[in-house]
């Protein structure tokens, strides 16, 4: 196969792929998100569905991992309200467990041009701390930890680096646990027509995820001041 055929079947690849997260976001994803942003309506179609509608949920956040425009907060919200804070939390990490393990085997086959399916150079470029070995696993959990963290992105930054599937997925499995558990326990709080506790865990989340926020800008920040630098020092040598 020569190199002109590889690139074609490679540019094809990527482009069916655009053209798939832009159809399941269109068509899947903004449906699915009017109806998690719809407690009520949600849970009456949970209940109706029976074992199809937890089935049906985690499809759910795994295209919402997938297709990472798609926000994930209204179905952790829902899950919490539907299916109250456990189930909703093991349905959850079920399917971003699943969903994380695609986007990383994807990236892993079609490298960084994958990632600017979604994301800019310059966004790619100020997670570059992440490929140092030494900080690695360590940024990537806590950034994983934090509420208010883009995670769907590190998902993608995840294949990137020098990490391996059983790695990550372990990172995801553990270090999503309390950003998941805040959501789903505002959402059976809700739920519950206990709007006091749904406040408060609201207003904890918000503080949280604003200094998550925060601690990451912070981190890319410093990336892209190291970045200019570590470019002359090249071109210096």
Do not use: H
């Amino acid at each position: 196969m020569t190199g002109k055929t590889q690139k074609r079947l490679w540019l094809g690849a990527v482009a069916v792929f655009i053209l798939f997260c832009a159809v399941v976001g269109w068509y899947v994803g903004i449906p699915m998100v009017r109806l998690a942003e719809d407690p009520e309506n949600f849970r009456m179609w949970v209940d109706r569905s029976g074992i199809w509608g937890r089935i049906s949920f985690v499809a759910m956040v795994v295209i919402q991992v997938i297709v990472a425009l798609i926000p994930g907060e209204p179905l952790e919200l829902a899950a919490g309200y539907a299916f109250g804070a456990m189930e909703g939390t093991v349905l959850s990490m079920a399917g971003i467990l699943l969903g994380s393990w695609i986007v990383f085997a994807l990236v892993r086959r079609f490298g960084v041009k994958l990632v600017q399916v979604f994301f800019s150079d310059r966004e790619i470029k100020s997670l570059g701390f992440l490929k140092d070995p030494r900080k690695t696993k360590v940024i990537a959990f806590i950034l994983m930890m934090i509420p208010g963290t883009p995670k769907d992105f590190l998902s993608y930054f995840a294949g990137l680096t020098r990490l391996t599937t059983v790695q990550w997925l372990s990172i995801v499995a553990i270090a999503r646990i309390p950003s998941l558990l805040t959501s789903t326990l505002t959402g059976a709080a809700a739920g519950e027509r206990n709007y006091i506790l749904a406040g408060v865990m609201t207003a904890v989340t918000l503080i949280i995820s604003a200094a998550g926020l925060l601690y990451y800008r912070k981190l890319c920040k410093e990336q892209r001041e190291i970045m200019p630098d570590s470019g002359t020092q090249r071109r210096a040598g």
